[in-house]
């Protein structure tokens, strides 16, 4: 059976990549459901026909895919929806599926090492994304599958967002239809702005935003001015500076033209950001408990900003979260690097029980309007409603809570959020807007890099340790830079930063070798 070869065939290859045994028992068990948030609702021609026209044979057997999204929501709605999206997909391409959101890294993790089926898996909650993946021989090379199953979606996307999902030459994943390009600045809330008559430009710089603060907590001291993106300390990194993938070993400025590897903690850019932090903090300026809280969506309570990516959309996107009006401006412009187009997409794992029919579907995700939307933004009615007799914008049903829909959008997180209508808040051209976006940013002179880290593995799982003891304090200014990043960068050492920046170094000065 054509299945099963081309089954045999992957594992072939993660059996050459030095798989486990035990990660080779790929099992089949339940799961529960718990979500994500999406973005939009039904805006372009649905291809449901023309993927009925290319499924398998009429009476071939359905099978059930389990497909774990990003973002939590509520069981119950994320199990309508894959009702929902099941409706469609049984007599397009014969298949069905059990839908899970919420899960975080830890639980995928243990998901991967022990072989549970997952047919289609969002890798945001994974430390160390995709390179991370391919290193572990989790994720399935998808070059034959996309090439008989995925011709749809290699339609849509940028080639060169394409590039930065290949390691080694070999396809693993497909980027989503989302920003590709990276901008950051900061989220803050409008109403209590207009209370105090300020105003913040477009952009904007620290010191700007600074006395912005100070005058927030002057006037509210119940308030946090600064508050995490996310639980745990979660922040977009207000730096230019290229990851390289995992941050140990980057670009330090990605608007200039040096090609040279440095270890991010011991720049001149990463401590003046972390003595800002923790003057900051000093100040008053910060939420106390930023690195432990386990609350999201902050700006909804007693948050006042956060630091946000910028894009077209976000300030509607941040605004439907936190049920407040947010408004954002711009401190790094918009670049490109390989992670931008690289993170938060999906991969088909090697222990996925049908990985054609997992193409067929992922292929559906892109092509397919009403497919999409559905993954994006829920049930019409009960998740979401037309905001006009246009049908050109979509919002919450009378009587629903934006921030409480049990369905939250969590559309980035999706394969293609381009072909749903577009949330109120939003510009009705937000996807023309978009990809506009996409082509102004400046690209990172090592654009489409991904190094292989094979040869690494023990000095990165050390060095993670030592990040983790750290980075996340430094940043949001919990300790004291000048006492703390002098150990922080020996432990670094100690733990073979320096071995993992020469070869990130050797492999990066071969990739730009072979572009000339």
């Not at 508050?227 to 990851?243: E, L």
């Amino acid at each position: 059976m054509k299945v099963m070869k081309m089954r045999k065939r992957i594992l072939a290859v993660l059996l050459a990549g030095l798989m486990t045994a035990g990660m080779a028992a790929c099992g089949s068990s339940e799961t529960s459901s718990a979500g994500t948030e999406g973005s939009s609702s039904t805006g372009g021609e649905s291809s449901t026909a023309e993927a009925s026209e290319t499924s398998q044979a009429d009476n071939e057997e359905v099978v059930t895919l389990v497909v774990w999204g990003q973002g939590s929501a509520d069981t119950e709605d994320v199990n309508e929806v894959a009702e929902a999206v099941s409706e469609i997909t049984r007599d397009a391409i014969g298949v069905e599926i059990n839908f899970v959101r919420g899960q975080d890294g830890e639980q995928v993790n243990l998901a991967l090492t022990s072989g549970e089926q997952i047919d289609l898996l969002n890798y945001n909650p994974v430390s160390g994304g995709l390179p991370s993946l391919v290193r572990n021989t989790y994720a399935t090379p998808l070059d034959d599958l996309v090439e008989e199953y995925g011709q749809g979606a290699l339609e849509l996307i940028d080639p060169i967002d394409l590039e930065s999902c290949r390691i080694g030459g070999v396809l693993y994943s497909l980027p989503n239809m989302r920003d590709t390009t990276w901008s950051v600045g900061f989220g803050y809330r409008q109403d209590i702005l207009d209370e105090l008559g300020l105003e913040v430009g477009e952009t904007t710089t620290f010191e700007e935003f600074h006395d912005i603060l100070v005058k927030v907590h002057e006037a509210y001291p119940d308030m946090y001015p600064m508050v995490p993106s996310w639980a745990g300390g979660g922040m977009q990194i207000p730096m230019a500076y290229d990851p390289l993938g995992d941050t140990l070993g980057v670009l330090e400025n990605a608007f200039d033209s040096s090609t040279e590897v440095v270890n991010l903690y011991a720049t001149e850019t990463y401590r003046t950001f972390c003595e800002m932090m923790y003057q900051w903090n000093q100040e008053g300026l910060v939420m106390p408990d930023a690195t432990t809280t386990t609350e999201n969506n902050l700006l909804s309570a007693n948050g006042f900003a956060i630091f946000s990516n910028i894009k077209p959309g976000i300030e509607g996107e941040l605004s439907r979260q936190n049920n407040k009006d947010i408004k954002v401006s711009t401190v790094i412009e918009p670049y490109k690097h390989t992670g931008a187009a690289q993170g938060n997409n999906f991969i088909i794992p090697y222990c996925a029980a049908y990985p054609e029919k997992a193409m067929q579907l992922w292929n559906l995700m892109y092509t397919d309007a009403e497919v999409s939307n559905l993954f994006v933004n829920g049930i019409e009615g009960k998740h979401w409603a037309y905001a006009n007799e246009e049908k050109t914008l979509i919002t919450t049903p009378e009587g629903v809570d934006s921030s409480a829909t049990g369905y939250p959008v969590c559309d980035w997180a999706m394969p293609n959020q381009q072909i749903t209508t577009p949330w109120v808040g939003n510009p009705e051209d937000l996807w023309d807007q978009l990809n506009e976006f996409n082509k102004s940013g400046v690209a990172s002179p090592a654009q489409g890099f991904t190094w292989d880290s094979t040869s690494m593995i023990n000095e990165i799982t050390a060095c993670n340790n030592v990040v983790s003891q750290y980075d996340v304090a430094l940043r949001w200014g919990t300790l004291d830079p000048n006492e703390a990043l002098s150990k922080f960068n020996a432990d670094l050492e100690a733990a073979g930063i320096n071995d993992i920046i020469a070869e990130k170094q050797r492999q990066l000065d071969e990739y730009l070798a072979a572009k000339e």
